[in-house]
């Protein structure tokens, strides 16, 4: 079974140069699963929270490219926050995990990798439901 123990903060390569400095991931190398989509959060709203699921499948791998936010992770027993605000690393948040995200900054750029093309039946919505899948061992 998935736990907060599987989450991995990962550090990224990191080219610094004068003109700027550039880091990179790849599937298989700093991410560990092969991407199929990626998206993008931006203008969130002060105060604002995202997520407030989990999913049974996908993967994930989150960089915060400006600015900073919390990424929350549970898995039915334990709770852990993981706060991002360097654009040099990655949060590796595996399958089976319920998340939340806040505390986001002003101008705050959430990049994020998925493992799956988007299936909305990926997604637990119910906390309650989820902690019983998560007991019976089932996520
Ligand atoms: P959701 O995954 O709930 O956002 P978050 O977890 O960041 O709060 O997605 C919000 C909406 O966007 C929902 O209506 C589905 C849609 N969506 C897509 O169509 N494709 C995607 O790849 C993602 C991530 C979301």
């Known amino acids: 079974m998935v736990t907060i123990n599987d989450v991995k903060i990962i550090e990224l390569p990191k080219i610094l140069d004068a003109r700027g400095n550039l880091s990179f991931a790849e599937n298989f190398k700093q991410i560990p699963f092969e991407i199929k989509r990626t998206y993008w959060l931006y203008d969130v709203p002060g105060g604002e929270c995202r997520g407030g699921h989990a999913y049974r499948a996908n993967e994930e ?3 915060a490219i400006s600015g900073s936010f919390d990424v929350v992770l549970d898995d039915g ?5 993981f706060s ?7 949060l590796y948040v595996p399958k089976g995990l319920w998340r939340d995200m806040e505390n986001f900054s002003t101008n705050a750029f959430a990049l994020e990798f ?3 093309h ?3 039946g990926d997604y637990i919505y119910d906390y309650d ?4 899948m998560k007991y ?4």
């Open 114 to 116: 998925a493992s799956t």
């Open 118 to 120: 988007y299936d909305e």
């Open 136 to 139: 019976n061992g089932e996520i």
């Open 61 to 63: 791998f989150i960089i």
């Open 77 to 81: 027993k334990d709770r852990k926050v």
């Open 84 to 90: 991002l605000n360097r654009s040099y690393y990655g």
């Open 129 to 132: 439901l989820f902690k019983k």
